[in-house]
């Protein structure tokens, strides 16, 4: 009997509520090393990163093991329904705090606090869903851009309504993410007047709603401040702004090369039809242009 006493007060000093997850010493602590491997390899490209990452696995973090892993083998299947999901609000802080250890250990202008500061820090604060949701999948989309320059993924349908996502905003979260993610390709060609590229890279462009990306209009929410690295803007500005960019690039390639029909079926269906989000963009001069045309 008092074996047993023993050992439920031992689970009750070893195991902390936070004021947002309930997390182990041991969980917090690997939590931590997964952070700090992270960190030092974030493109995750070592040969021994899978088996690596395995070490560090507990019934809490496996699901961003899992995750990690997919990433470091580059596969498309980052792109299943299972991590396309959102997560629950557990994991949702816990990469937040591989996040900001990344860059507590990366700032180079101040003196880094310690990776358990850090962690305990950000496991307590009470932080903005919706920021929590954009690291997220802005974590697991960084990969997809690396696949993208080889891979064709017009096949893959992103079925927003299918992933639990609670609301308009975390919908064009996952959606503007994935379209950072994709965009620099557009923008690179675009420098380059590689007209014919990008049209190829356009039909590799994964499906939004079983439609092409530029049919997502839906960003009827209030904007909000989005915090990254030491900057603070405007969630839209920065999103909705790369995303004007994208449309503009992928119209100006179809202009040369196809001509008038398709840029139209891409103008008349897309947001360049929508001038209530030209505020968003740094191109809005133009885009009224554009849009006096077209009337």
Known sequence: MKKLFFLILLFFISKH????????DSDLNKLIEIGEYY????????KSTVEDLEKLRTEKLSNI???????????????????????DYDDLVMWYVIREIHYNLTDKENEPKTS?????????KKIDERWLLDNYYHRLYSTVAMIFNKTDLSQ????????????????????LNLMDALGTRFRVLQMMKNYQKLIEFSS???KFNSKEYF???????????????????????RHIGLLYEIILAHINAESNINGKKVTVEIYQ???????????????KSELKKLYKKSK
């Open 269 to 283: 269906n897309s947001i360049m039809t929508k001038p209530e989000y030209f505020k968003y963009s740094s191109l």
């Open 215 to 237: 049919y997502y209009t839906d960003f009827q929410y209030e904007d909000f401040e989005w915090i990254g690295h030491k900057k603070t803007e405007m969630f839209n500005e």
């Open 116 to 124: 358990i500061e850090v962690a305990k820090e950000f496991i307590s």
């Open 39 to 46: 960190s030092k390899n974030v493109m995750l490209t070592e």
């Open 17 to 24: 509520t936070y004021s947002q997850i309930e997390i182990s």
């Open 204 to 206: 590799r462009m994964p």
């Open 65 to 87: 093991i899992d995750i990690l892993q997919t990433k470091s083998k580059q596969s498309i299947e980052i792109l299943d329904k299972k991590y396309q999901n959102r997560p």
């Open 156 to 175: 893959h349908n992103i079925e927003l309504d299918s992933y639990g996502l609670k609301s308009k905003t975390e919908k064009a979260i996952v959606f």
